[in-house]
């Protein structure tokens, strides 16, 4: 059993806004319209986290994963992106920007592609194409065909 649970929030929740731009992850796009957002609560209630899902074509955009700093370290950012990947359809290809956690992401079963080898529809999503640096990495999860 997962020691993190799940909830929705808005894109215009204050604290979810707070987190992101305290670990200098993207907020500007938040309110746009296809996008998911989750908060990570723990067993004792406590908010430990935030995730978001951005659907982009057939395709989905992994993003905003941030643990609290108080609670990083912990084994709780592997928790909360399997969680977040649960609700995630199984034939959709998942991506993800990132310019600092790309080893954590590789864990989790995430590989580094090359910009010329994303969908067109994912390199057009604000987070690829003005919010996240031209060098933050891009990463597909590498999963089996369905
Ligand atoms: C990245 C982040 C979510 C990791 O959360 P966490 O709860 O500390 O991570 P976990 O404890 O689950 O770590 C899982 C594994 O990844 C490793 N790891 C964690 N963060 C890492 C990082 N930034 N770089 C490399 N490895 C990392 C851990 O050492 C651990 O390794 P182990 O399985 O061998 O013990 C957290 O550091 C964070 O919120 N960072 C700021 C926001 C961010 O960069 N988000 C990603 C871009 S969307």
Do not use: N, W
């Not at 996008?35 to 955009?61: K, M, N, P, Q």
């Not at 910009?115 to 529809?121: Q, Y």
Request: glycine residues 6%.
């Amino acid at each position: 059993m997962s020691d993190i649970r799940l909830e929705p929030v808005t894109g215009s929740d204050p604290e979810l806004k707070l987190a992101l731009s305290a670990s200098g992850l993207p907020t500007e796009d938040l309110e746009d319209t296809g996008r998911s957002f989750f908060r990570a609560v723990s067993s004792d209630r406590s908010t430990v986290g935030y995730a978001g899902i951005e659907a982009c074509g057939d395709d989905v955009l992994l993003r905003s994963i941030v643990i609290l700093p108080e609670h990083r370290g912990k084994a709780l950012g592997k928790s909360l992106t399997r969680e977040t990947l649960k609700a995630v359809d199984v034939s959709s290809a998942v991506f993800l920007a990132t310019t600092s956690a790309a080893p954590f992401f590789e864990r989790l079963g995430f590989i580094v592609v090359e910009r010329a080898d994303v969908p067109p529809a994912v390199l057009a999503t604000r987070q690829l194409s003005g919010i996240c640096p031209a060098s933050a990495t891009i990463m597909k999860l590498d999963r089996a065909p369905t």
